[in-house]
């Protein structure tokens, strides 16, 4: 029996605490006023009276009920209900609130307020329609004026009792004439619910509630809201009865006050309800799911992620809730739906919503008793829950949401309140036990379904309610609107005496009344069916298992009868079967019965394969050994043992500890109590019973439990003598499991070897084990940060030395754990805590005996280490370190989710030379074994090494490893042997570093390889000739003494014996000699003349690049006499012949006709490094120059920008300077042909430059312009600046389509000529632009790296590749130096001459200018050409190569910055968008770029050519007579390789004359070059030409065989090159002609030859096909010479074919109806026919026009497309051209008129065919080909403008 209420309170407002802005209340009376003694008064209970705060009001409201939930420190809820009404406030308040101050304005300005009280019953009991009506009946006395005495009201119900439990039915009275009926539940471990879950579903609907519902088992914070505060409560009552059979015990408040929210802080889980008033203090709340009951919704933060149920299980959850609460939905699309719908009460589908949930927890939890562990079973059971096995047998251990819950609070107050075996049962129990079952065959039947729910929602019902039919409840309630009337008084004080007296009698009787004994009913928990996985398994899968259980079987077999020729053939398939957990276990049964035959003790090769099989076992496991393979291993490691020598005996534990399984602590708690069960057991099993048979099978059929609930029920009836007894004999069974244990953990913790300190790390409660669930983890080196592990392991301080005090502690820990949960004595305890460390010491001792005998055995046969090919002179420097090379973030190599092999880690050796590091060797994996892993790069190239710590290949001893990253993109992470002493590896890493920083560049590989060469041959005799080095040296010596005099060197040119593709006048055809002179006194003239035999032997500047380019382009072409014609604008200056004006500078420049040499000495002090202004390139067409220097000075800015009109006292150094300066680029202007027009120019520096800089990406954005096409003003353009009427200078006169522009433009730095003010004056402009210095480009890079070689994978998303590329911002750096170059490229192309001055004049000027000229000349896209282009702008130009490239020890400090790497980058992606523009292939690009860091070649060596003539590097190597393997020059090497293979050329190059390229540039369409992410393991890099050839070799030695051979081949990722297995059609046809001659001739035809003749044969065809079609073709007077080859590759069902098509002479065109005619264009197909877009379905009309070019350009014929769909009028080079040339944006026309022929237009075509589009840009010339076509053509422009 119990109190129905414990304590009656009556609350008011506070009057005399008014003042602050939440109002109090305070306690008028409490009874009774002593506390019970079982039950203490909660303190605050105002508080919640009034959860809002308590307010005076204006007007009078109805009264309120609610019940609040008090929780103690006993976790015992108090239901606190509150019934509150309004009372008028006493004259007095009212008149103190005129005289209050404005901060005690909680007052609402009325005549009358009202002050809220409340009566607040408090009870443990849950019962609230009775607290309800009995707190209403007291107020109803109170209205209606009963006669009826309230504190014999109060009384009663204070001494009222009632049965807690057992569906009793009790008829109570409080003396009022009521009768109030109440029934206690059945089972009172049920939750009591009435109609909250239903109405909860109703309100939040059935998505949001299993939210919340996942939420609270996972241990959340749920925050609930409703301005109804019955309804917070509940919706959390609601919640908790879903849970069942799980309680929540955390923080559980459904109604909490305002004046406590700071309690929604707290960093623990709660179910907490708030008044919606307070929503916007809710809403900073990070981690609280919120749920809004008025609203709706449930809010779940960002930061926040609920795991949810299993994939099955929340589908049909979903279901079954569906068909409860909307059971129309079923019928809804019926054509004859039923006339009528049972549907249940509100009453009842509460109950169907409960037993939904009660199904699915059966299901979850369904066999858990399986895996309870029972410890003890006297005086009290312990019980014990083995998590890891239970989600192993579920199939579950991935999953999120049962493993949070297992591990949650929920589940432990679960197991010990249902763990143990004989207690009282209630419906979840049956339900668990019986209907598991009858719930799997329901899955897929709803009548089946509702049927269960309805039968288990019947027996929720009726604990509730366990007599329906009640008499009916007599309470009286006052009449409608009573508490609107005025009540003449307040709510009385009750007499205290009365209501004390009334308990006091009621205290009397139940002392005289006997005890209540609440009897249980208890009984044997059913262990329900066995424990069944919810996630059905694939049956594919299960398929072949018994096959390889076979094959694990089979090998086992044939170890033990040393049969091992037979086990080393099954070896693979069982290391594959043993991914399965089937085999593995297969393979421990197999063991133990060996075990059990006494066959433990093996010999040397067997205990080998046996421990081998155990580590592969192992090794799959995670560290919970959810399938308790470890377990069963556990027993087996410390029987299977080999015979070192007589008396010493080594275990298999000693070889199977590197394992993360052994440091966990939950798996050695449940391997403990797993024993301590089984010994319980046998304990309790009676001796003689077990005699017979019989009685055993029923014993063994017992379990432990079973045992445990019989002896639990007999307990009490045991004298004491025996239950002490009983006590003894278990807590000695846990005692000496606990040192048995002890002794195992030392045995698996200890390592063989206890001097060097190895002790695993991790442990239990370890963060992310899984990361290195199939390797082992070492003791990390110090500085290691990446592999610290939890502290909570034990191991937290594992790099001490003492290895035996890690282990004690660790042992200690676990004993100290096991003993306390087990109930063992204290004493007890401190006898282990004695016998732990003589445990460890005594195994320490055996184990260095058996390490001792160990290390005599044989060493195991390790594989053989494979030797690297090596070049020509490169010497081995250390040899091999047998090593393991490690997996990194390339996720490729390791198989993993990418699939493939897992070709790392791999075995092999280390290998330092003088120009690689080089790893060679096999993959790990023995079904990978047979393939060679190479990778490795130059040691040059080298930017990073560091030790780390890692794990590697578990049969082997990791002591440390190394990690090298280099600027080839190629990462080595190796670890290194146990038989590397750590000496040895230390040696490798200072050899390492001696060879990546020299001391000088002499140290560097290609000095050194020539001086061993030269050691080594044999003594040659002098030379006649002094060498170059020496003539060389003895220039610089005596530069100073040769600088004053001026003189002239008078050298014979001899031009390259190259095709110059693209020159008009080649040099072959020079045969006189070429003089450099300069226009000097004659008298002062020396001459210097070299003849042609010694070419070779003197310092020929003029033989450099930079002249063979001068001569070309026509800047430079002297004649043999020492005058020169002054009509020639430009000169070669020998001012900087001796490196004195400028040593960066080459010897040779270009300047002004007009400018004298001193005047350049000037110069040169205004510019950075002296680099001052020099002609680099000039445009064949426009005869614009472009210049490059270094950036100015301070004083140079000022100087050169000056006003003019500044008044001068008088001259100095700095006016001489700037006027100096101004003359030579009035010079540069004055060159320019066009100068006399140009009487105006742009003002393009008017604008800021941050927009002009914003904007250059605009000119892009209708395609690749054509380069003809171009009126608009560019810098205007380029500053988003468009002409907005088309008529200027008040006429519509063609000048006005062509504003005038600079004739010259500066391009600098915006930081240094900030400020500057242009004077209107001069003819030049300045463009100040802001790009990105060095230092950018170094961080940029290094980011670059890591994201395209990644050390580590990572699951980080803010690590992924795209993230770290963008952070990289490298394609960003890209796109601003093509931006600019486009720039530069428009404004020569419109006749402006442009120098770039940025920065030094070496990186990024060097980078913008080389692109420039790449873009507008087609000469430098073929391989000749770049060639030139990379000698001049790069080499000769001085690029400081070895500074930035960080060469020696002086540039270490630097670090490596790839300014010339970038500018490979940019010619790539401009290569990929146009590919037939370039002679060279891509390889070429990365061919390059791999050997500029490389430092194979002296060509990238040093910083200019006056340092490389000071080392005797610039001219030796074409003076020597060397040996013809060695290359100094990769030239010389590529153009060796280029004659034997056509892998440099490019098939697709068939180029356009005179194209100017204007690529996109914006990030979207950049790609990342793939020289950045490619690799073959099979080969390493393939830039090294002769190591491919010696690999080629070796292949076809492997591949005898009598196997049948077959020419298909499996291409890996990261492992082949699939161009070397797959190359083009056009290489493989060339390779079967050089077969075929190779058998009619011993020497075959250079395959560059065989292509010529192909191309020759092709072209003399297409010549005669296109003279026959003349006639049926157009001819144009202006026709272009366009050369152009095209491939295409046709498909056909016998194989495929390749069709050749070059095509030469006029360029012709077709129209439409004559197109057919035209054999030669439609037998083929253009290059991009593969890209064909879909722009074709939107082609409205289209056809041939003419159309005239921009000024003083010609007509061309183009085929114009007119898209209704785009409005756009867009122009292709031809009909089948797919590239856009313009596009006309009709929604700029303006009118369309009839138009005039102009100079140069069609001949034979009537004028009546032209017509002129206007826009608002510019005005089109358009020429049809007849009258008809050109009415056509404007009807349906009209048409389609009309139409818009």
């Not at 414990?6 to 802005?21: A, C, E, I, Q, T």
């Not at 009385?492 to 209501?499: A, F, G, T, W």
Request: hydrophobic fraction near 35%.
């Amino acid at each position: 029996m119990a109190r129905l209420a414990d304590y009656f309170l009556l609350v008011g407002y506070d009057l005399n605490k008014r003042g602050s802005s939440i109002g109090q209340g305070r306690i008028l009376q409490r009874f009774p006023e002593k506390d019970w003694e079982d039950n203490p008064f909660p303190q605050g209970i105002e508080l919640f009276c009034q959860p809002s705060g308590w307010q005076l009001c204006a007007e009078k409201n109805p009264p309120t009920f609610f019940i609040a939930v008090l929780t103690d420190i006993n976790s015992e809820r108090h239901y606190c209900c509150c019934f509150t009404f309004w009372e008028e406030c006493a004259q007095n308040v009212i008149d103190q609130r005129d005289g209050e101050a404005e901060e005690d304005a909680p007052l609402p300005s009325a005549a009358q307020l009202y002050a809220p009280k409340t009566l607040v019953l408090v009870s443990r009991l849950d019962h609230p329609e009775v607290f309800r009506d009995s707190l209403g009946l007291i107020y109803t006395i109170h209205t209606d004026g009963l006669s009826i005495s309230l504190e014999n009201v109060v009384g009663n119900l204070l001494t009222c009792t009632i049965p807690v439990t057992g569906g009793s039915q009790r008829t109570i009275s409080l003396g009022a004439g009521d009768r109030q009926v109440i029934q206690t539940p059945i089972c009172d471990s049920l939750p009591i619910s009435n109609c909250s879950v239903a109405l909860l579903f109703r309100q939040l609907g059935i998505t949001n509630v299993l939210c919340l519902f996942c939420a609270a088992l996972t241990e959340h914070k749920i925050l609930f809201l409703s301005r109804s505060y019955q309804r917070l409560t509940e919706s959390c009552r609601a919640l908790l009865a879903i849970m069942f059979p799980l309680r929540y015990s955390f923080t559980y408040v459904p109604i909490l006050p305002a004046q406590l929210l700071e309690v929604l802080s707290t960093p623990t889980p709660f179910i907490i309800g708030v008044s919606a008033l307070f929503q916007a203090e809710t809403q900073d709340l990070l981690d609280v799911i919120i749920a809004d009951l008025d609203g709706g919704t449930v809010t779940i933060p960002e930061c926040v992620q609920i795991p949810l149920l299993p994939e099955p299980l929340i589908h049909r959850m979903q279901d079954a809730l569906s068909l409860v609460l909307d059971p129309s939905l079923q019928i809804a699309d019926l054509a004859f739906p039923p006339s009528s719908i049972t549907t249940s009460t509100l009453r009842m589908q509460d109950m169907e919503v409960r037993a939904v949930f009660l199904r699915l927890f059966a299901q979850i939890l369904q066999g858990y008793r399986c895996c309870l562990q029972l410890i003890r079973v006297h005086p009290e059971p312990v019980i014990r829950f083995h998590k890891a096995s239970f989600l192993g047998q579920r199939g579950l251990v991935e999953d999120d949401f049962l493993t949070k819950v297992l591990e949650g609070m929920a589940f432990a107050g679960f197991v010990t309140e249902r763990g143990p075996p004989y207690r009282s049962l209630d419906l979840f129990d049956e339900l668990v036990a019986y209907d598991v079952q009858k719930i799997q065959y329901q899955v897929g039947s709803q009548k089946n379904l509702m049927k269960h729910v309805q039968e288990l929602a019947e027996k929720l019902y009726r604990n509730e309610n366990p007599y329906p039919a009640v008499s009916m409840h007599k309470v009286q309630r006052p009449s409608e609107g009573s508490y609107l009337r005025p009540q003449s008084k307040a709510f009385p004080l009750l007499d205290e005496s009365s209501i004390q007296w009334i308990l006091d009698q009621a205290a009397a009787k139940m002392q005289n009344a006997p005890p209540a004994v609440r009897s249980e009913k208890k009984c044997m928990v059913p262990p329900g069916p066995p424990i069944a996985a919810i996630v059905e398994r694939n049956g594919s899968a299960l398929a072949n298992s018994n096959r390889r259980l076979e094959v694990v079987r089979n090998c086992i077999s044939y170890i033990f009868e040393n049969k091992m020729l037979e086990a080393k053939k099954l070896h693979p398939a069982v290391l594959r079967a043993l991914k399965g957990r089937a085999a593995r276990l297969c393979l421990t049964q197999e063991l133990n019965l060996h075990v059990q035959q006494n066959r433990a003790v093996l010999d040397h090769q067997q205990f080998d394969f046996v421990i081998r099989l155990m580590n592969c076992c192992l090794q799959d496991c995670t560290s919970l050994d959810e399938h308790s393979i470890a377990a069963a291993l556990l027993p087996l490691v410390t029987a299977f043992c080999r015979k070192l020598s007589p008396g010493i005996t080594q275990f298999a534990y000693s070889c199977v500890q590197e394992h993360l399984v052994w440091t966990n602590m939950q798996f050695w708690e449940a391997m403990f109590y797993g024993d301590v069960q089984n010994h319980i057991r046998a304990l309790y099993v009676n001796s003689e019973e077990a005699e017979s048979n019989m009685d055993e099978v029923e014993e063994e059929e017992r379990s432990a439990l079973e045992l445990a609930a019989e002896q639990c029920r007999l307990w009490p009836t045991l004298p004491r003598e025996k239950q002490l007894e009983l006590i003894q004999k278990e807590e000695s069974t846990v005692f000496s499991q606990a040192i048995h244990y002890a002794n195992r953990m030392s045995y698996l913790l200890l390592p063989l070897d206890t001097s060097k300190s190895r002790l695993l790390r991790g442990g239990a409660g370890l963060g992310d084990t899984e990361s290195v669930t199939n390797s082992f983890i070492t003791n990390s080196m110090a500085g290691s940060v990446a592999e610290s592990a939890d502290t909570e392991s034990g191991f937290e301080d594992s790099e001490v030395s003492d290895v035996a005090n890690c282990v004690v502690r660790f042992i200690t820990r676990f004993v100290d754990k096991v003993c306390t949960e087990s109930g063992v004595t204290s004493d007890h305890l401190k006898g282990l805590h004695t016998m732990i460390p003589d445990i460890v010491q005594m195994h320490i001792e055996t184990l260095d005996a058996v390490h001792r005998e160990s290390k005599r055995l044989p060493p195991i046969q390790k594989p053989k280490l494979l030797r690297p090919t090596l070049l020509v002179g490169e010497d081995l420097v250390m040899e091999g370190l047998r090593v393991y090379l490690l997996p990194d973030g390339r996720e490729e190599a390791s198989g993993g989710s990418l699939g493939g092999p897992p070709l790392l880690p791999a075995e092999g050796a280390l290998f330092l030379t003088t120009y690689r590091c080089i790893f060679k060797g096999t993959p790990v994996d023995p079904l990978v074994a047979e393939q060679t892993i190479v990778r490795s790069f130059p040691v040059a190239s080298l930017t990073k090494e560091k030790k780390i710590s890692v794990p590697a290949h578990l049969d082997q001893y990791v002591q440390e490893g190394l990690q090298l990253r280099s600027c080839t993109f190629q990462l080595l992470r190796v670890a290194f042997d146990e038989e590397v002493p750590s000496e040895i590896s230390e040696s490798f890493r200072k050899q390492l570093h001696k060879l990546r920083y020299p001391q000088d560049v002499h140290g560097t590989f290609p000095f050194s390889v020539c001086l061993s060469l030269q050691h080594t041959a044999q003594p040659r005799t002098k030379d006649k000739n002094p060498s170059i080095k020496t003539i060389s040296k003895n220039l610089v010596k005596n530069a100073k003494k040769t600088i004053g005099r001026q003189y002239v060197t008078r050298r014979k040119y001899s031009p390259p014996s190259r095709d110059l593709r693209g020159s008009q006048n080649s040099l072959e055809q020079q045969g006189d000699n070429i003089s450099v002179s300069e226009d000097l006194d004659r008298s002062t003239l020396t001459i210097s003349t070299l003849k042609a035999p010694e070419k070779h032997s003197g310092g020929n500047i003029a033989e450099r690049a930079c002249c063979r380019d001068y001569q070309r382009m026509g800047l430079g072409t002297l004649s043999n006499s020492l005058t020169r014609a002054k009509n020639e604008p430009f000169r070669i200056s020998t001012v900087n012949r001796m490196y004195a004006v400028c040593n960066s500078y080459p010897g040779l420049l270009i300047v002004p006709q007009t400018i004298q040499d001193n005047t350049l000495q000037k110069i040169s002090r205004c510019y950075r490094q002296n680099r001052f202004p020099v002609v680099c390139w000039r445009s064949p067409r426009t005869k614009a120059v472009l210049l490059r220097s270094g950036g100015l000075h301070g004083k140079g800015v000022a100087g050169l920008f000056k006003s003019p009109n500044t008044a001068s006292t008088g001259p100095s150094q700095t006016d001489s300077t700037s006027l100096e300066q101004e003359k030579y680029l009035q010079a540069v202007v004055t060159s320019m042909p066009r100068y006399a027009e140009m009487s105006g120019r742009n003002t393009l520096s008017a604008f800021p430059s941050a927009h002009l800089y914003g904007k250059w990406g605009s000119m892009r954005g209708s395609g690749r312009l054509s380069a003809y096409g171009m009126n608009s003003d560019v810098g205007t353009r380029l500053a988003a600046r468009e002409l907005l009427t088309p008529h200027q200078n008040g006429g519509p006169s063609e000048g006005a389509l062509t504003p005038r522009r600079a004739a010259l433009y500066i391009i600098g730095d915006k930081s240094q000529l900030k400020g500057v003010k242009q004077d209107p004056l001069q003819q030049w402009e300045v463009v100040p632009i802001e790009l990105f210095d060095v230092r950018q480009v170094k961080a940029s890079f290094k980011k670059l790296m890591k994201a395209c070689v990644p050390s580590a994978p990572s699951t980080d998303p803010s690590l992924s590749y795209l993230r770290t590329l963008e952070d990289s911002e490298w394609l960003l750096q890209l796109h601003k130096l093509l931006q600019v170059s486009a720039l530069v490229v428009e404004l020569l192309d419109s006749s402006s001459s442009v120098l770039v001055g940025l920065e030094d004049g070496w990186d990024l000027t060097t980078e913008v200018v080389c692109l420039v000229q790449l873009l507008s000349d087609p000469y430098y896209r073929t391989i000749e050409g770049f060639r030139l282009l990379i000698e001049k702008e790069w080499l000769s130009f001085g690029h400081r190569f070895s500074h930035r490239g960080a060469h020696t020890a002086a540039s270490q400090s630097n670090g490596f910055t790839p300014i010339f790497l970038q500018f490979l980058d940019c010619v790539h992606q401009i290569h990929l968008q146009f590919p037939s523009e370039f002679e060279f292939s891509q390889y070429y690009l990365k061919f390059v770029a791999y050997h500029y860091v490389s430092n194979r070649f002296r060509t990238f060596l040093l910083d200019s050519d006056y340092e490389r003539i000071e080392k005797g590097v610039l001219y030796e190597e074409k003076g020597d007579r060397r040996s013809p393997q060695i290359c100094r020059s990769v030239w010389e090497y590529m153009e060796r390789i280029h004659k034997k293979n056509p892998m440099f050329y490019n098939y697709m190059f068939c180029p356009e004359d005179g194209e100017v390229l204007r690529p996109y540039s914006s990030v979207w369409g950049l790609r990342v070059w793939d020289y950045y992410t490619h690799e073959a393991l099979s080969e390493g890099p393939s830039y090294d030409w002769e190591l491919l050839q010696a690999n080629q070799h070796e292949e076809p030695e492997k591949n005898d065989s009598s196997a049948p051979q077959t020419k298909r081949k499996v291409v890996w990722p990261s492992y082949h090159a699939p161009r070397r297995f797959q190359p083009d059609a056009i290489t493989c046809l060339l390779e079967e002609l050089q077969n075929l001659e190779m058998d009619l001739r011993p020497v075959p035809e250079r395959w560059k030859e065989a292509w010529d003749k192909v191309k020759a044969s092709h072209r003399t065809e297409v010549r005669h096909e296109s003279r026959k079609s003349s006639a049926l073709l157009m001819s144009s007077s202006v026709s272009s010479q366009r050369h152009s080859l095209g491939i295409y590759l046709q498909e056909s069902g016998v194989g495929s074919t390749l069709n050749l098509n070059l095509e030469s002479g006029p360029s012709t065109t077709s129209t439409p109806t004559g197109a057919g005619k035209l054999g030669a264009r439609n037998s083929t197909s253009t290059l991009y026919n593969q890209f064909n877009t879909a722009e074709r379905e939107n082609r409205s009309y289209e056809g041939i026009l003419y159309k005239r070019g921009a000024f003083m350009k010609p007509w061309k014929p183009r085929w114009f497309v007119l898209d209704k769909t785009k409005h756009q009028l867009r122009y292709y080079e031809s009909r089948t051209d797919t590239e856009c040339k313009g596009v006309i944006d009709l929604a700029e026309v303006e009118a369309i008129s009839a138009g005039t022929p102009t100079l140069g237009s069609p001949k034979n075509v009537d004028e009546r065919a032209y017509f002129d589009l206007k826009t608002t840009r510019r005005v089109y010339n358009f020429c049809a080909q007849d009258i008809l076509q050109a009415q056509q053509w404007i009807d349906r422009i009209q048409s389609c403008l009309s139409d818009a």
